[in-house]
């Protein structure tokens, strides 16, 4: 595809289905050029570098986020079922999780995120800078939660590129198993017949979202 046919949006939308297929790490320009069926100069030339389109893409993903009412809902069922829409996206985008820290990810769809959460904490009487903190509790708390899972990705993927990825497999399960077993708890974990160890406990999100804005609230006032 010629560079002045090639669109943006596109690009975009070509690179999400990469990050999401192979992470970070397999975000190659020259692959997404191929994709879409053009050189990798004619992408360069629509969003400038590597760096620049991660931070597009992610923007683009936070649009997914869901907004709810909180004057409709109440807030406490709004801010859970934000929560819950932010955990799933980061969960369909694990590469998003990865990206934090690495690359400057602000534009139109996390701001349009998180002016909204702002309101669904003040609809709920956080006042002030108490509306921030709610806010950046929570939020730190899916991102925590959605850590795992794009750990887990991105290291399944580490071993799919070994040859040896199944005996490998098993071989780091044993490991984490040698060392649980060492500690009580964790032991009687382990030797349960349903035991999956590294597993997080099934529910343990929705659990610990609905405790922690329990405690928000309570802790108002």
Known sequence: MA?????RDQIVKAAIELLDAEGLEGLNMRDLGRRLRSAATAVYWH??????????????????????????LGWREAAYRMAV?????????????????????????????DDH????????????????QAAAAVFTFVL?????????????????RDANAEELARAHQADAVAVAVGFP???????????????????????????????????RH
């Open 185 to 219: 708890r964790l032991r009687a974990r382990v030797e349960s017949p349903s035991a999956e160890y590294a597993a997080g406990p099934e529910g343990g999100f929705e659990f610990g979202l609905r405790a922690m804005l329990h405690g928000l609230e309570s802790g």
């Open 144 to 160: 925590g939660n959605a850590l795992g899972v794009a750990a887990q990705q991105a290291f399944n993927r580490k071993l799919a």
């Open 47 to 72: 969003v400038g570098s590597k760096d620049a389109l991660i931070a597009l893409a992610a923007d683009e993903a936070w649009h997914e986020a869901e907004l709810p009412d909180p004057a409709e």
């Open 117 to 132: 959460a702002l309101g669904v904490y003040e609809a709920g009487g956080f006042v002030g800078i108490e509306a921030d």
């Open 3 to 7: 560079r002045d046919q090639l669109t």
């Open 85 to 113: 829409s932010l955990h799933a996206m980061f969960t369909r985008h694990p590469w998003l999780v990865q990206a934090f820290g690495a690359y400057p990810i602000y534009g139109p769809g996390k701001a349009r995120h």
